[in-house]
Antibody
Framework: ELQLVESGGGLVQPGGSLRLSCEASGFTFSSYWMNWVRQAPGKGLEWVANIKQDGSATYYVDSVRGRFTISRDNAKNSLYLQMNSLRAEDTAVYYC????????????????WGQGSLVTVSS | DIQLTQSPSSLSASVGDRVTITCRASHYITTYLNWYQQKPGKAPKLLIFGASNLQSGVPSRFSGSGSGTDFTLTISSLQPEDFATYSCQHSYTPPWTFGQGTKVEFK
C-alpha cells in the first residue's frame, strides 16, 4: 500500500527554523516528482515546492523562495522541507504529495497525499 | 499567477441531489484543471484530472467538464460520504494554484 508519512512539525518562534520529513513506502519513490502543499487554518490549499526525481530541479512558490529548501534522499525514500526565517503566515498543515505522472515529466497534479504535519509559527 | 475562483463557497444539499460546483480561471488553461475532495482533518483526494478524467477508484457519480476558463464538477446523486470540501487546481503553468474550496453541507 502506498504511504506518505510526514513528521517534524511543531511550534516555532517567528524567525526560527524547522525541517519537515516525509517517508514514502509502497512505490518506487525515486521515479516520481514530489511536492509540498500547505493549508493554513480554515484556508485553501497552496502548492509550496516540488522536486525532480533525481533532485536536480526544484521549484518554489514566490512566498517561500529563498527561505524554504526542498530536498530528497532516494536511498531513504524520504522527502524534506527545510524552512528558515519562518513567519506567522507560514502557519499551516504541510502535506507531502506525489505527482501523478509515471513518466520523467511531471503532470503537476497530485494523486497521493500524506496525512499532514502542523507547523505553528508564533511567539 | 493564475487565480481560480470557485462558486459557490458553500452549499446545502440533500442525499440524492444533483450538485454542481464551478471553477473559473483568470487565464486560459485549456483542460489543465483538476478537482479534489477533502474531509475535515484529512488529506485531499484526487477526483478528476484533465478537466474530465475520472481518477481510478472514484465513483462514476462524479464528473467534470469544461475547457479554457470555465469548469464544472458535478455530483449526479449526492451520497452521505460526499459531504466534504471540493477544490479545483490548475496544472497549466507554475505556481500550481488551487481554488478557495466549496463546502458541501447537509441540508
Amino acid at each position: 500500500e502506498l504511504q506518505l508519512v510526514e513528521s517534524g512539525g511543531g511550534l516555532v518562534q517567528p524567525g526560527g527554523s524547522l525541517r519537515l520529513s516525509c517517508e514514502a513506502s509502497g512505490f518506487t519513490f525515486s521515479s516520481y516528482w514530489m511536492n509540498w502543499v500547505r493549508q493554513a487554518p480554515g484556508k485553501g490549499l497552496e502548492w509550496v515546492a516540488n522536486i525532480k526525481q533525481d533532485g536536480s530541479a526544484t521549484y518554489y512558490v514566490d512566498s517561500v523562495r529563498g527561505r524554504f529548501t526542498i530536498s530528497r534522499d532516494n536511498a531513504k525514500n524520504s522527502l524534506y522541507l527545510q524552512m528558515n526565517s519562518l513567519r506567522a503566515e507560514d502557519t499551516a498543515v504541510y502535506y507531502c504529495a506525489k505527482d501523478a505522472s509515471h513518466t520523467d515529466s511531471p503532470w503537476y497534479y497530485f494523486n497521493h497525499w500524506g496525512q499532514g504535519s502542523l507547523v505553528t509559527v508564533s511567539s | 499567477d493564475i487565480q481560480l475562483t470557485q462558486s459557490p463557497s458553500s452549499l446545502s444539499a440533500s442525499v440524492g441531489d444533483r450538485v454542481t460546483i464551478t471553477c473559473r480561471a483568470s487565464h486560459y488553461i485549456t483542460t489543465y484543471l483538476n478537482w479534489y475532495q477533502q474531509k475535515p482533518g484529512k488529506a485531499p483526494k484526487l477526483l478528476i484530472f484533465g478537466a474530465s478524467n475520472l481518477q481510478s477508484g472514484v465513483p462514476s457519480r462524479f464528473s467534470g467538464s469544461g475547457s479554457g476558463t470555465d469548469f464544472t464538477l458535478t455530483i449526479s446523486s449526492l451520497q452521505p460520504e460526499d459531504f466534504a470540501t471540493y477544490s479545483c487546481q490548475h496544472s497549466y503553468t507554475p505556481p500550481w494554484t488551487f481554488g478557495q474550496g466549496t463546502k458541501v453541507e447537509f441540508k
